[in-house]
């Protein structure tokens, strides 16, 4: 084993923290948890059930269900964020090049390990457990003889037994034959079609996803899109144009990484776009289970390095069924914390206690994430990126509660959380000199929204009218905000001290405060 200095874990580790029992914290946690919105989380008091456990993001999946179901979804969290007094992104994930197989008659199809089936783009034939009717014609130019497919409901229900591997035998006009190599029932309406390490001549960004985005995007200002099976920064890109083109500016891009053209492109999507998804469930199609693991681990840590919030799925999958997670998946949980993720994407009826998370965050050995980033920044650090190291590490130094940080953009957060400070950050969103207060509220709200989904980063709505500061400057009214939200969640007692960050003119400067008995 090499040095404590490359270990995960912050020394010294203790064996009576393993022992004692584990206790939710008073305050969030650290790492963020994107849920998503769906039939078991659809109503306002479960949608406020889960604000109120923690969900930071809410994720609405338009690979299933129409704008208007989503839209009823949608205004519900509206109504439950107002209830808790919460702000809450919303992130639209798009539907991508996916082959999907419609089942009209909902009956459930039975396929047999060892017998073979004909995949099809002839829409008009009847779904059976010999014919798979697709809505994709090229199907057969894309495949060869030994590839292999998988169709059905895993990445939806977790559950092998839902799906099916096929193997291709051969290949026939627009057909395909393939061999069954499990037994499985596919089960609903939609089933999906993934052809492992294979180029689908696709879309990333498909009309249908074009079509939501201008209409129910534009219309209710998302705040992040999921760029489902990015494969080239080309695809962030593009989708960046449309945003542009549809008054949808703001509106960041998290890449999602689900395929072997992703994996290669990684280091060029990874710079163009705003965040990263790894999602795990195809990711565990097209890679060997074991080497998923180490994929993860490559990415955060370059996001991490990047400063890029990175988030990762597909980790309490036994939750969909069960209260409790496996000891196999509580582990799992907390070796991403360890790594560095931002957060974890689960389906909103899995928030039922995330101590793995709050376990793993007391041992995060912050000091040798510091050190990795600081490297990796170089001599000479540009001016910015110094201030906010030195913010960090003085906060470390005097064990503060918090860093409060006053930005326009929320830039500032984000550049902090870059160095992995182990208190929250309070991120004071305050209007730009001279904006106009009607436009502002719209911007800054999406700023602050966003923030949401940064690792440590909470968001705060400031003022510069009289009438909510009191005659205060903006420094003693961002203080007194940062520290009544503080205490309000239990981040902040009386005589912690509080680091204070800002930026004035082209400088910006780093306090020490300490909050009144």
Not at 197 to 217: A, C, F, M, R
Not at 337 to 362: H, K, N, Q, S, W
Not at 494 to 504: G, V
Request: hydrophobic residues 40%; aromatic residues 6%.
């Amino acid at each position: 084993m090499q040095g404590a200095s490359h270990m995960l874990l912050e020394e010294p580790f203790r064996l009576a923290s393993v022992l004692s029992p584990a206790k939710p914290k008073v305050f969030p946690s650290l790492t963020k948890i994107v849920g998503t919105l769906g039939p078991n989380s659809h109503s306002v008091e479960i949608i406020q059930e889960c604000l109120t456990a923690g969900m930071s993001v809410a994720r609405f999946d338009f690979s299933w269900m129409d704008a208007a179901y989503h839209q009823e979804t949608l205004d519900n969290l509206r109504k439950a964020a107002q209830n808790v007094k919460k702000l809450c992104p919303v992130m639209l994930d798009t539907l991508g090049p996916e082959i999907q197989v419609h089942n009209s008659t909902g009956e459930p199809i039975e396929l047999k390990a060892g017998n073979h089936v004909i995949i099809t783009p002839d829409i008009c034939k009847a779904l059976s457990a010999e014919i798979l009717p697709i809505k994709f014609g090229d199907l057969a130019k894309a495949v060869k003889k030994g590839d292999t497919l998988f169709m059905g409901q895993y990445l939806f229900t977790g559950s092998e037994t839902t799906s099916v591997w096929l193997e291709v035998v051969e290949t026939s006009g627009e057909n395909v034959n393939c061999l069954v190599k499990n037994a499985a029932t596919l089960d609903g309406p939609i089933f999906t079609l993934h052809a492992s390490q294979v180029h689908i001549n696709l879309p990333t960004l498909s009309e249908y996803d074009k079509h939501v985005i201008s209409t129910w995007g534009s219309c209710n200002s998302v705040d992040i899109i999921s760029l489902s099976h990015t494969r080239s920064a080309e695809d962030v890109r593009e989708l960046r144009a449309f945003l542009q083109a549809h008054a949808l500016p703001d509106t960041q891009i998290y890449a999602k990484i689900e395929n072997s053209e992703g994996l290669d492109h990684f280091d060029d999507i990874l710079n163009a776009a705003d965040g990263i998804i790894i999602s795990r469930g195809d990711l565990g199609i097209d890679l060997p289970p074991e080497n998923v693991f180490m994929f993860q681990k490559t990415a955060i840590h370059k996001c991490n390095l990047e400063g890029k919030p990175v988030i990762i799925t597909r980790v309490v999958d036994s939750m969909i069924d069960n209260l409790r997670p496996t000891r196999a998946e509580a582990t799992d949980v907390a070796n991403a914390v360890l790594d560095g993720t931002d957060g974890i994407l689960l389906g909103a009826e899995t928030l039922r206690g995330l101590y793995p998370v709050d376990a793993a965050e007391t041992v995060y050995n912050q000091p040798l994430q510091f050190k990795k980033v600081m490297w990796h920044v170089g001599d000479p650090m540009p001016h910015e990126e110094s201030v906010a190291s030195a913010a960090v590490g003085s906060a470390i130094k005097v064990k503060a509660a918090a860093i409060v940080v006053f930005t326009f953009s929320g830039r500032a957060a984000r550049l902090v959380a870059k160095y992995r400070p182990t208190m929250p950050i309070l991120a004071v969103i305050f209007p730009r000199e001279g904006s106009d207060p009607s436009k502002w509220r719209s911007y800054g709200t999406t700023q602050a929204r966003q923030c949401f989904a940064v690792r440590g980063v909470y968001p705060l709505m400031g003022s510069t009218d009289e009438a909510e500061t009191g005659g205060l400057t903006k420094e003693e009214y961002g203080i007194k905000l940062a520290m009544s939200y503080g205490r309000s969640v239990g981040i902040v007692k009386p005589f912690d001290r509080l680091i204070i960050f800002e930026k004035i003119g082209d400088s910006s400067v780093v306090k020490i405060i300490e909050c009144e008995g």
